[in-house]
């Protein structure tokens, strides 16, 4: 059902926010402003340098208590501070399947990610850091069979 692809990434200097506790059903409002506020921040500091993408920190899903990461690539380091964490993500690989709209909802988001961790084991690979959503487009205005997002996992 789901293609499983292979990338390296390089490393990226990102604004970032991280909130520990975010419902399953809050998430994409959540995630929505938490965007919209990075994307001005980033605005301000030389631009968006490439795909936002989240990270999900919880070693066990809890639908109603959500650790989730919220990364802007950015150009250039601030000159002064900012309302955001800004910290350097490390080049890695990562395995990743690609999602349209209509499946980057529950159960289907859900499902892509037990794809991704099943080919993880039955390849040996190890996860090297947390799994991750990335979003190369506007999600709000594709449609339901657009490609919008990546599950990913970093591996060794």
């Known amino acids: 059902m789901f293609l499983i692809q292979r990338r390296e990434v390089a490393e990226q200097l990102v604004l970032s926010e991280l909130h520990e506790r975010v419902s399953q059903a809050a998430?994409?409002?959540?995630?929505?402003?938490?965007?919209?506020?990075?994307?001005e921040l980033a605005e301000q500091h030389g631009g968006v340098a490439g795909p936002t993408f989240t990270i999900y920190?919880?070693?066990e899903f809890d639908p109603a208590n959500i650790a989730v990461e919220t990364c802007m690539?950015?150009?250039?380091?601030?000159?002064?501070?900012?309302?955001?964490?800004?910290r350097r993500e490390p080049a890695h690989h990562e395995v990743f399947v690609r999602l349209t709209?209509?499946?980057?909802?529950?159960?289907?988001?859900?499902?892509?990610?037990?794809?991704?961790?099943?080919?993880?084991?039955q390849?040996?690979?190890?996860?090297?850091?947390?799994a991750r959503e990335v979003y190369f487009t506007d999600f709000i205005a594709a449609g339901p069979d657009d490609l919008?997002?990546?599950?990913?996992?970093?591996?060794?």
Do not use: C, W
Request: glycine share 2%; proline share 7%; net charge negative.
């Open 57 to 59: 920190r919880d070693d």
């Open 123 to 130: 390849n040996g690979l190890v996860e090297a850091d947390a």
């Open 27 to 39: 998430l994409a409002d959540h995630l929505r402003a938490t965007m919209e506020r990075l994307t």
């Open 101 to 121: 709209k209509s499946q980057a909802v529950p159960p289907q988001v859900g499902e892509a990610f037990a794809a991704v961790a099943d080919y993880l084991e």
């Open 73 to 86: 690539p950015i150009h250039r380091e601030p000159a002064e501070p900012v309302a955001a964490t800004v």
């Open 148 to 156: 919008v997002m990546d599950v990913a996992f970093v591996v060794k």
